[in-house]
């Protein structure tokens, strides 16, 4: 993220905003007002995050509508919006190879494709080195946004959801809105 938000300032798709703001709908709607400007605004550091409510500074910042433009996406993934898509449809309509020459062809795009698959780590990954277990979870500690009065409370929209079959042969990363029910349950939209 360091290295995101450093890239976002120096071709300057980047506003810091450093004023106290809540998390209660303070924060969202300046991001919902923000993305609807024209080229999808800017980027949008929020460093002074409060949830006023219950008297809380949270000592993250929170970061929005970074790939709310089309310049900023070619930035974050280093090329152009249209070689990804290119690419993606092209793996999404691969077709089993009939000549010798289009096994060759497919060899080289598969090869190209090497890196896309997770490595399977032995021990802990860098993003274990913290772990909250059992009554240690509290999801009161992160600034988490209700980003309309109608919610039914705070959502994290689009988190990273892993799970994998009973068995452990099947594995899934999807990004769900995620409601905070208490300090350590959250409820999940989740679909076949």
């Known amino acids: ?25 303070e924060i969202p709607h300046l991001a919902y007002a923000e993305v609807k400007k024209k080229d999808g605004g800017k980027a949008l550091l929020f460093t002074n995050v409060v949830d006023k409510k219950n008297g809380i500074k ?17 930035l974050l993934f280093g090329r152009t919006i ?5 690419e993606i ?8 190879p009939e000549k010798f020459f289009d096994k060759l062809s497919m060899a080289r795009e598969l090869f190209s494709l090497k890196n896309i698959f997770p490595k399977r780590l032995k021990g802990n990954g860098a993003c274990q080195q913290i772990k909250y277990l059992d009554n240690e979870i509290d999801l009161y500690k992160l600034p ?3 980003t309309w009065e109608q919610d039914g409370g705070p959502f994290i929209t689009m988190g990273q959801v892993y ?17 905070v029910y208490d300090k350590n349950h959250l409820g999940m939209h989740w679909q076949i």
């Not at 993220?1 to 709908?25: A, F, G, H, Q, S």
């Not at 000592?59 to 970074?66: C, Q, R, T």
């Not at 249209?82 to 290119?86: G, K, P, W």
């Not at 449809?89 to 089993?96: E, I, S």
């Open 1 to 25: 993220m360091k290295k995101t938000i450093e890239l976002l300032k120096k071709n300057d798709e980047l506003r810091v905003i450093d004023i106290e703001l809540d998390i209660y709908l």
């Open 58 to 74: 949270f000592d993250e910042s929170v970061a929005m509508n970074l790939f709310g433009s089309y310049r900023r996406c070619e």
């Open 82 to 86: 249209e070689s990804v898509a290119d």
């Open 89 to 96: 449809t092209k793996l999404l309509h691969m077709k089993p």
């Open 144 to 146: 988490v946004l209700t």
């Open 163 to 179: 799970t994998q079959s009973l068995d452990g042969e099947m594995v899934n990363l999807g990004m769900y809105r995620l409601q």
